[in-house]
């Protein structure tokens, strides 16, 4: 763990632990079991073996070179999309489960948005032999019925969540709620650098491959550290694992892009960054978007994986520390640059990670030609083809 996390897990005043009392011994036990896990090379070699023969890394980075001449500068694709079950979250998954085996926990739950995390979560309990339940708010679970198959044919239980709006923060209550109740035997494979520490930096650091693999094909390819690196940001898993390795190099910029939704003016997006309004929500404090009475808003994003409304606590330390900016793209943008995308460079993207792609097509003419920008594609864009077609005909 780095420096930041030395006091007790904060970052700056972010972070912490906000949660019932019954949760601090399991948290406790959880910091102590990936402790000793980073110092175990057995655990480090068996979970290098599983990301290279499983998951399906290292990734390429590409070089976009029909991108490349619409955004205005060279853009390079991190090619996420490229893994097993579709996007970036099975690096977590597959860490988090091998933990919860080294720990001699039978059973792991999790709580799914679009269906993104569970997919990824039940794909890897199916791998180490491990019971899977996966929360899911049932209005998500109707929208999003072909993951949900997918997880039950991977073997998971999906148990759909009928209160509240019936949506991800519904699910996440109901998860919290089981691990509470089956803590010796459960471990929650929480989903982004979200949550009560050790989450945060846990998640963090099973995403830092990225970064990694990324540093050494840049100075591989272009003789040189980049000068931008770009990522879109819900909880911040994909973003920050792409920073992480780049962070003390003073000459890379980095932006984050977050879900501009219908616009800022309309109230309906899920940039917390702009607002700048610190709470507490899901065991970690953070920017939250909340009204003035404290309540958590209602978020919206075309893309389900950045409808979220708290940032992860170390984007929140890094942006006030002017290390990362953080950035927006509306749902205009985003779906622009899927097309964009696809017909350019035969990718359909994750709509989310269509937000990255959107800020270089943006701004790529104001850094040059020569500007070498490296953008994540954290996912593809499978899962987003219905709705894609949908909002076209709505739109047109
Ligand atoms: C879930 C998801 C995201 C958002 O999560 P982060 O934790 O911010 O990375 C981004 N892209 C894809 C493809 C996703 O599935």
């Given at each position: 763990?780095?420096?930041?996390?030395?006091?007790?897990?904060?970052?700056?005043?972010?972070?912490?632990?906000?949660?019932?009392?019954?949760?601090?011994?399991?948290?406790?036990?959880?910091e102590r079991a990936y402790a000793e896990a980073c110092a175990d090379d057995a655990f480090q070699r068996e979970l290098s073996l599983v990301l290279r023969d499983f998951v399906g890394r290292p990734t390429p980075l590409f070089h976009a070179q029909r991108l490349s001449e619409a955004a205005g500068c060279q853009v390079w694709l991190?090619?996420?999309?490229?893994?097993?079950?579709?996007?970036?979250?099975?690096?977590?998954?597959?860490?988090?489960?091998?933990?919860?085996?080294?720990?001699?926990?039978?059973?792991?739950?999790?709580?799914?948005?679009?269906?993104?995390?569970?997919?990824?979560?039940?794909?890897?309990?199916?791998r180490f032999g491990l019971e899977c339940v996966v929360y899911m708010g049932a209005e998500d679970a109707r929208r999003q019925r072909l993951n949900v198959e997918r997880m039950r044919l991977l073997g998971a239980e999906v148990r759909e969540v009928d209160a509240g709006s019936r949506t991800l923060k519904d699910a996440i209550n109901e998860a919290m709620r089981?691990?509470?109740?089956?803590?010796?035997?459960?471990?929650?494979?929480?989903?982004?650098?979200?949550?009560?520490?050790?989450f945060p930096s846990m998640v963090r650091d099973f995403h830092r491959v990225i970064g990694a693999e990324a540093r050494e094909q840049c100075l591989a390819r272009m003789g040189r550290?980049?000068?931008?690196?770009?990522?879109?940001?819900?909880?911040?898993?994909?973003?920050?694992?792409?920073?992480?390795?780049?962070?003390?190099?003073?000459?890379?910029?980095?932006?984050?892009?977050?879900?501009?939704?219908?616009?800022?003016?309309?109230?309906?997006?899920?940039a917390r960054v702009p607002e700048h309004s610190v709470g507490v929500l899901h065991g970690t404090r953070t920017l939250v978007l909340q009204d003035l009475h404290g309540q958590i808003r209602e978020?919206?994003?075309?893309?389900?994986?950045?409808?979220?409304?708290?940032?992860?606590?170390?984007?929140?330390?890094?942006?006030?520390?002017?290390?990362?900016?953080?950035?927006?793209a509306d749902d205009t943008e985003a779906l622009a640059a899927f097309a964009l995308l696809a017909q350019?460079?035969?990718?359909?993207?994750?709509?989310?990670?269509?937000?990255?792609?959107?800020?270089?097509?943006?701004?790529?003419?104001?850094?040059?030609?020569?500007?070498?920008?490296?953008?994540?594609?954290?996912?593809?864009?499978?899962?987003?083809?219905a709705e894609v077609l949908r909002l076209r005909s709505e739109r047109a």
């Open positions: 763990m780095s420096d930041a996390d030395a006091r007790a897990g904060y970052f700056g005043p972010y972070g912490g632990r906000f949660v019932p009392e019954t949760l601090i011994h399991a948290l406790d036990e959880l991190k090619r996420e999309d490229l893994l097993h079950t579709g996007a970036h979250k099975i690096d977590n998954t597959v860490g988090q489960c091998l933990l919860a085996k080294r720990m001699g926990k039978p059973r792991v739950i999790a709580e799914t948005g679009a269906g993104q995390h569970g997919v990824a979560t039940a794909a890897a309990a199916a089981d691990w509470v109740t089956h803590v010796r035997t459960t471990h929650y494979v929480l989903g982004s650098v979200l949550g009560p520490h050790p550290l980049p000068d931008v690196l770009v990522a879109c940001v819900g909880g911040g898993s994909n973003a920050i694992g792409l920073f992480h390795a780049f962070l003390g190099d003073a000459g890379v910029r980095m932006v984050g892009v977050e879900a501009g939704g219908a616009g800022l003016g309309s109230g309906r997006h899920a978020t919206h994003s075309v893309s389900a994986g950045l409808d979220y409304p708290a940032l992860g606590p170390e984007h929140a330390w890094l942006h006030d520390q002017g290390r990362v900016e953080y950035s927006h350019r460079e035969g990718i359909l993207p994750a709509l989310e990670s269509s937000h990255a792609v959107a800020w270089v097509l943006r701004e790529g003419a104001a850094l040059g030609p020569d500007a070498q920008v490296v953008v994540n594609l954290s996912g593809r864009g499978d899962k987003d083809v």
